[in-house]
């Protein structure tokens, strides 16, 4: 079991149980997470498009593009070595 606590005197049992829970989401819970799987970027680079964001979404804001845009990737493009959206010239695949 990942969590162990102990009933304090003159606590309520939901107290104690949502104590428990805590306990038990603190252990197992995931330590970071990246935005893509199985790919590493390196600080510079995650700053680089930190801020290439804050400045498109600036932009989007003062032209009247406020609102949010979902994309869902499905796993083989969350794997990828590409991103997903990389401008610039595609390469064609490979015909052997």
Do not use: C
Not at 22 to 47: D, F, I, N
Not at 69 to 86: C, G, S
């Amino acid at each position: 079991m990942p969590g162990r606590i102990v009933v304090r005197e003159g606590e309520l049992l939901p107290d104690a149980l949502r104590r428990f829970r805590r306990v038990v989401h603190r252990s197992t819970r995931r330590q970071w997470s990246k935005t893509r799987p199985g790919h590493y970027m390196k600080p510079s680079e995650l700053a680089r498009n930190k801020r290439a964001l804050s400045r498109r979404n600036a932009w989007l804001a003062a032209h009247g593009y406020d609102g949010y845009n979902t994309v869902y990737l499905t796993m083989q493009h969350l794997m990828a070595r590409e991103p997903p959206f990389k401008r610039g010239r595609r390469k064609k695949p490979h015909a052997g």
